[in-house]
C-alpha cells in the first residue's frame, strides 16, 4: 500500500506542519522532525533520506517499512 | 576640530540558526543588492571574504552570517536594516521551501511530487503556506 506524506511549509517561519499517512503530527513532533531533518541534511545526507529518517526517529510507530536510498526507494519490510 | 556628525547603528538579521545556514555569502551579496536597488540607493555591495560590504557617502553596512550592521549619518539606518533583515528572511525561507521540496521529491522517486499555495486560517489568522504532497 502506499504511504503518503503531507507537509506545509508556512511562509517566514521556517514551521512545518507534517501529516504522516493521513495523521497530523503533534506541532512538537514536527518541531523535532524539522531540526532533526536539518541537522542531517547540514551533515552532508541526502533529503529525502534525512526527511524520512528524521520522521523515523521522531514518530511513534516510525515509518520502519521503507527507506530511501539516493532517488530510489527500497521496500525492506 | 569637533565633528558634528553622529553615526547611527542598527542591526538586523536572521536569528533562526537553522535557516541562516542556508544563506551563503554569494546569495546573501544578491538579496544586499537587491534591497539596497529597492531603497534607491547608490553604491555596489561587494564581498570581501565571507563579509558582504557596501558604502556611499553618508551610510555604509556590513552582513556576515545572516547578520547586518548599518551604520549612518543621516539615521537612514534603521529604514536599511528593516529592509535587510526581511530580505535576508525572505531568503532563507524560500531556500528551506526549495530544501524540503527537494526532499520529498526525493521520497517521491518517479511519483509525482504535488506542491501548491494555500491559505491556512488559525485563530482568526490567515497564513500563506505550500502544501507538499508525496506518495511513495
Known amino acids: ?77 | 576640530m569637533v565633528c558634528d556628525l553622529a553615526v547611527s547603528i542598527t542591526q538586523a538579521g536572521v536569528t533562526d540558526e537553522q535557516l541562516k545556514g542556508l544563506l551563503t555569502p554569494e546569495l546573501t551579496l544578491a538579496v544586499v543588492k537587491a534591497v539596497l536597488a529597492d531603497l534607491g540607493l547608490a553604491g555596489e555591495p561587494r564581498l570581501t571574504g565571507d563579509t558582504v560590504v557596501w558604502n556611499s557617502y553618508n551610510s555604509s553596512l556590513t552582513v556576515r552570517a545572516g547578520q547586518a550592521t548599518v551604520r549612518s549619518y543621516v539615521g537612514d539606518d534603521q529604514r536599511i536594516s528593516a529592509a535587510l533583515g526581511a530580505g535576508l528572511a525572505q531568503a532563507c525561507d524560500a531556500l528551506y521551501g526549495q530544501q524540503i521540496a527537494r526532499a520529498l521529491a526525493e521520497i517521491a522517486g518517479k511519483q509525482p511530487l504535488i506542491q501548491r499555495n494555500i491559505a491556512v486560517e488559525k485563530e482568526g489568522v490567515v497564513r500563506q503556506a505550500t502544501l507538499f504532497t508525496v506518495r511513495y
Do not use: N
Not at chain 1, 504522516?20 to 551533515?43: K, N
Open chain 1, 1 to 77: 500500500m502506499d504511504r503518503d506524506i503531507r507537509v506545509v511549509h508556512y511562509e517566514g517561519t521556517g514551521e512545518l506542519e507534517i501529516f504522516v499517512d493521513g495523521q497530523r503530527l503533534p506541532f512538537e513532533q514536527a518541531a523535532a522532525i524539522t531540526r532533526e531533518f536539518t541537522r542531517r541534511v547540514s551533515a552532508g545526507i541526502p533529503g529525502g533520506l534525512a526527511l524520512l529518517s528524521a520522521i523515523e526517529s521522531h514518530k511513534a510507530g516510525g515509518i520502519a517499512h521503507s527507506h530511501v536510498v539516493g532517488h530510489h526507494k527500497q521496500e525492506v519490510g
